[in-house]
């Protein structure tokens, strides 16, 4: 059941002592705040038997805080005592998504009995054809809609529920049209401001989204959609905090429900505030909150705190909930770092390569299963995810250093060589490229005196020189290898020299000690 914002419908000027109190009601129902909508209009109906706007009213609360039997109970009592058009509408909207024949029947008895010149009768039906579940019909809605602005054009609200038949339709220009043309009858009229808003919002204009949101607060000070959606737009920027402050605002100034406190502490998660996001998730869990997502969210939250026991309790209980609709790539990849904490390396890669298959864009888990390899001491396998990272992505040097290493470390010189070329190329003035070329040239060579690093050993000397105390481990191991060379190349004053440097930048080296006769 929808429960989202109630166009409310403009009110007889007839009524005189009990408009403003019946308009609290509907303006109530707007706001969410079905509890205190119901009461106002309970204890109305007990002064006014004859009102049908507020009867009308008091189902239009049930059904929109989803509760579509006591809106047909209400509904069928009124119609009990005698018929009016508007207790049809209210029947017909409480049946219709269970028995469509019967709701529309219902509906065709409104406009019958009102001969289809009721503007409220008009708009109740179109409003339930922009917003239902299963029977949405847009052309409907803008039919009615457009006779009853004809018989009332004065009314902002039928307004904006043509506005949000054009949404239906996905035709933003004329919705925003529609929205302003209520504006024009009431230049107050929160609902255009928000639903305009809420348009520049969804396309992620959100400078002009949130204009139009304190606009409208601004008109509006109490009404507290505002901070919902304002907090909807601070999440789509990911601007959390804020989010939160401007969330928490509407949760305490509507009806405390499951929905609400759902969404507020997905919000907490979202800002890292886990503690509190799982004090709220296990009480939703306790009260049999239907969600499944809820269980995601508390697989992620105690992975997130640190129990990765409790974690992958949940995450299995989401799978059992869950359906392929709702399943994400970060499903998967929590599911991996469950694993991984819980030392379950066969099931964190399987579950990362799952991951990246349900969401191509987490190339970065290829470095997660990468890394869970190298650890394991299994560099080719490592080596195989690296080169499958690097065909879907745009390689940087550091993707190219990370290949090599897994092709070097499992003997694979040939290759690590080739991919530490590849950092050459990128950065030339850097020496990371050149002294792993070298390492792996060395690791290459079948005999000392084929010297396949001695050129790559000699770049890093030249580049790395001018800031010695920066690059003193690459000098050392480059000076070290080039006296080894002229060492096994007969050539004792070279050699000296480079092991008399490798003794300045590290005065307990043992080999060039040795080489050099001293203790």
Known sequence: MRKGILVGFALMQTLMMNAQTVQDAVRSIELEQYEKAKKILVDLGKKDQKNPEITYQLAEAYYQSGNADSAKI?????????????????LGKSVYETNDKSGENYFEKALALSKSKDPKVLAGIAEFYINSAKYKNADKAIALLQTAISKDAKNPYYYSLLGDAYLV??????????????????????????????????????????????????????????????????????????AIASYKVYVENTDKNDDNDFRYASFLFLNENYKDALNIFENLKKKDYSNPILYRLLGYSYYETGDASKGLEYMNEYWKKTNDKLIIGTDYEYMGKLYLKSGNDSLAIENYLKAVEKDTSKTELYNEVAGIYFKNKQYGKAAEIFE????????????????????????????????????????????????????????????????????YYEKVIELAEGDVEKNKKELTDSYAYLAYYYSVNKDKAKSTEYWTKVLELDPENKLAKQALGKK
């Open 74 to 90: 209400v509904a069928e009592q009124a119609l009990a005592k005698g018929e009016n058009a508007l207790f049809y509408v209210a």
């Open 169 to 242: 339709k996905n035709d933003g220009a004329k919705a925003i049209e529609s929205f302003k043309k209520a504006l024009n009858v009431n230049p107050g009229f929160p609902l255009a401001y928000l639903k305009i808003g809420n348009i520049y919002n969804k396309a992620r204009n959100y400078n002009e989204g949130l204009k139009y949101y304190n606009e409208g607060l601004e008109k509006n000070p109490d009404y507290v959609l505002f901070h919902r959606q304002i907090g909807d737009l601070y999440y789509r920027a990911k601007q959390y905090q804020k």
């Open 388 to 455: 499958t990272r690097l065909s879907k992505i745009e390689p940087t040097a550091q993707d190219y250093l990370s290949l090599g290493k897994a092709y070097y470390y499992d003997k694979n010189y040939a290759q690590a060589d080739s991919a530490f070329a590849r950092i050459v190329e990128l950065v030339p003035t850097s020496t990371t490229g050149y002294i792993w070329r070298a390492r792996a040239n060395y690791g290459g060579d079948s005999a000392p005196d084929k010297a396949s690093a001695k050129p």
